[in-house]
């Protein structure tokens, strides 16, 4: 394993670029520790698993793989390569389409569902969906059962990711990155409207300053999160986070998508909004901020948690049950957690790995990354997250249906 940067000058370049890059103001989230597993992840949606067969696997005869992810969510360089990907290609003979195509679970959902109920190809050997995406998948029979001796990585799981209810073990679902929502903000535009250096609390996000210029995820269980946390509400508890409580911040976003005030509900693709200047200030994901920063070359977005704290999740590898090409993504996933190949990826996507040894792999790479709260946080700042708790089928139809009712409105 390598001790230090990378000896492929493409590789070199990519991480040193990514740790050149320095955050201000923002605290992110992270996933791999103590606090709550259980709350990290919220289990999913109704009814038994289909009765479905696994695809015939042809990854022996043909060494390709198709991967489908969210986007900005692996290091790329320049000229849109993507540096760790081209040394697993290199490395294990397997060639990868890599898709920017999970814009957000349910809308991805919506497009796969019919090929996933019968047990036919979605078009991708492997995905990325959101932890409670990943268990309504699981409990419904649409994936396929990992061999873990293609996997002998998985051992380098950080222990706090096992034990939930859906995939005790992680035999069909294994974490990609934790991540973390709050505010996001243009800095030179959010202050030019409303004279304060940065949002701090919800309200902030109703400025009439801001009207027509603010946007949130289109992630409900992060908007919708935020909402009820500033409200009080404690929402990985079920005795807290109840129906009418949601439905409080349901009616406080509705409000505000219905006056104007709120312009954009949207998945990942909400960083276009910022980067244009359409949206000033955004409930948004911690690592695509840091990411768009690389972009523009200076720390032109700031993120911060509000004051009443961020959600948090994880975004998880499945392997669809129509996919033909299993053991080249159990190989897949068997690379990124390989310690060295996880410090390099968080280094770059500022998400928090799930990989027991990264962070000493990171600290060979630049010391400074042993203090960094996007990758490997401190009690203190979990202490200030939360996770969505799992909801029950009806629940899940009933808070789903209110939050689409809203999406539709925008």
């Known amino acids: 394993m390598n001790q230090n940067l990378p000896e492929d000058p493409q590789l070199r ?240 976003v509705g409000a505000k998508v219905s006056d104007g005030q709120i312009a954009r509900i949207k998945g990942n693709s909400y960083k276009d909004d910022l980067l244009n200047g359409d949206t000033i200030v955004a409930i948004a994901w911690s690592g695509d901020i840091i990411q768009l920063n690389a972009e523009e070359g200076y720390e032109r977005f700031g993120f911060i948690l509000p004051e009443s704290g961020g959600t948090i999740s994880a975004d998880c590898f499945v392997i669809p049950m129509g996919a033909t090409h299993k053991k080249n993504a159990e190989k897949l996933m068997n690379f990124y957690y390989d310690p060295y190949n996880a410090a390099v990826l968080a280094a770059y996507v500022n998400y928090i790995t799930p990989v027991v040894g990264a962070k000493e792999e990171a600290v060979k790479l630049d010391p400074t990354l042993a203090d960094n709260q996007l990758i490997f946080p401190s009690e203190e700042f979990l202490a200030q997250t939360q996770g969505f708790r799992a909801l029950d089928s009806k629940e899940e139809q009933s808070f789903t249906k209110a939050f689409q009712k809203i999406k539709l409105g925008a």
């Open 13 to 252: 370049e990519i991480v040193k670029s990514a740790l050149a890059h320095k955050v201000t103001r923002r605290a992110v989230l992270g996933g791999a520790m103590a606090t709550g597993a259980a709350a990290l992840l919220a289990a999913c949606a109704p009814g038994g698993k289909s009765e479905l067969t696994p695809a015939t696997d042809v990854s022996d005869s043909d060494k390709s793989l198709i991967w489908s992810n969210w986007s900005l969510y692996l290091d790329v360089d320049d000229a849109g390569n993507y540096p760790t990907l081209e040394s697993f290609q290199t490395e294990t003979g397997i060639s990868v389409t890599y898709r920017e195509d999970f814009d957000d679970n349910d809308s991805y959902y919506g497009k796969v569902k019919d090929q996933l109920a019968l047990g036919q190809d979605i078009g991708a050997d492997i995905t990325c969906p959101t932890s409670w995406m990943a268990a309504r998948w699981i409990n419904l029979g649409y994936v396929q059962t990992f061999d873990d001796a293609e996997i002998p990585n998985k051992k380098n799981l950080q222990p706090a990711y096992l034990g939930e209810s859906y995939d005790p073990n992680r035999t069909m679902s294994l974490p990609y990155q934790g991540i973390l929502a709050g505010f996001a903000y243009d800095k030179k535009a959010y202050k030019d409207a409303t004279g304060k250096d940065a949002p701090t609390v919800v309200a902030d996000l109703w400025n009439p300053a801001l009207k027509g210029r603010v946007g949130v995820l289109s992630e409900m269980r992060d908007t919708v999160g935020i909402v009820a946390m500033d409200q009080g509400v404690a929402i990985g508890d079920a005795n807290s986070l109840t129906e009418d409580a949601f439905m409080n911040a349901i009616d406080v």
